[in-house]
Nanobody, 122 residues
Framework: QVQLVESGGGLVQAGGSLRLSCAAS????????MGWFRQAPGKEREFVAI????????PYADSVKGRFTISRDNAENMVYLQMNSLKPEDTAVYYC???????????????WGQGTQVTVSS
């Protein structure tokens, strides 16, 4: 089992950048596919990006492609989401998730952090 804690969220103006971090404890992070998902008020949780165990194969949601970058450091048990050119529609709670299936569906991820709020002002 793995425990996840996100950090790095905050308030930023449109066009700005943030870097989210996800710290893992318990079982080694390298055992898991890792993902970032987000949930805006009144909306369902949606896929943002996932990364395989070795750091490759990183599909992104169309809405963030070219602006967000997911990465991982298995030695440090960390996963990151670099978010550039932020837009007001990126405002959401961002969640880090761990699982064993290669999937963009949140239901395939049994382990979740508590989330970190990202607010982008126009």
């Amino acid at each position: 089992q793995v425990q996840l804690v996100e950090s790095g969220g905050g308030l930023v103006q449109a066009g700005g950048s943030l870097r989210l971090s996800c710290a893992a404890s318990g079982r080694a992070l390298g055992s898991y596919v890792m993902g970032w998902f987000r949930q805006a008020p009144g909306k369902e949780r949606e896929f943002v990006a996932i990364i395989n165990r070795s750091g490759g194969g990183t599909p992104y949601a169309d809405s963030v492609k070219g602006r967000f970058t997911i990465s991982r450091d298995n030695a440090e048990n960390m996963v990151y989401l670099q978010m550039n050119s932020l837009k007001p529609e990126d405002t959401a709670v961002y969640y880090c998730a761990a699982g064993t299936a290669w999937s963009t569906h949140s239901s395939q991820y049994p382990y979740w952090g508590q989330g970190t709020q990202v607010t982008v002002s126009s």
